[in-house]
């Protein structure tokens, strides 16, 4: 069964930083795509930024040289650097992962809040 837990959510300064991981279990992670998507109140999901099995990575134009994204797939875990944060960064973040001609595993959520 696969199980996707987000940590690393809570409430910064704008310009502050955060890093979220997402820790999978009951996978063989290294073959998943993996990322991140969020959802702030009132809006759709959008995705935020992703990281194929080979590593290569795709950023929403809003978060691109704000946030990171990486994976160690020793600890079967992915990350979310983000810095220079915003108020219009604060949502719920979801990890997701997927494998090819599979359907998409979600985790809870981890909320961010970007608030003076």
């Known amino acids: 069964q696969v199980r996707l837990v987000e940590s690393g959510g809570g409430l910064v300064q704008p310009g502050g930083s955060l890093r979220l991981s997402c820790a999978a279990s009951g996978i063989t992670f290294s073959l998943y795509a993996m990322g991140w998507y969020r959802q702030a109140p009132g809006k759709q999901r959008e995705l935020v930024a992703g990281?194929?099995?080979?590593?290569?990575?795709n950023y929403a134009n809003s978060v691109e040289g704000r946030f990171t994204i990486s994976r160690d797939n020793a600890k079967n875990t992915v990350y979310l650097q983000m810095n220079s944060l915003e108020p219009e960064d604060t949502a719920v973040y979801y990890c997701?992962?997927?494998?090819?001609?599979?359907?998409?595993?979600w985790g809870q959520g981890t909320q961010v809040t970007v608030s003076s």
């Open positions: 990281i194929t099995s080979n590593g290569r990575k």
């Open positions: 997701y992962g997927k494998l090819v001609s599979s359907n998409t595993s």
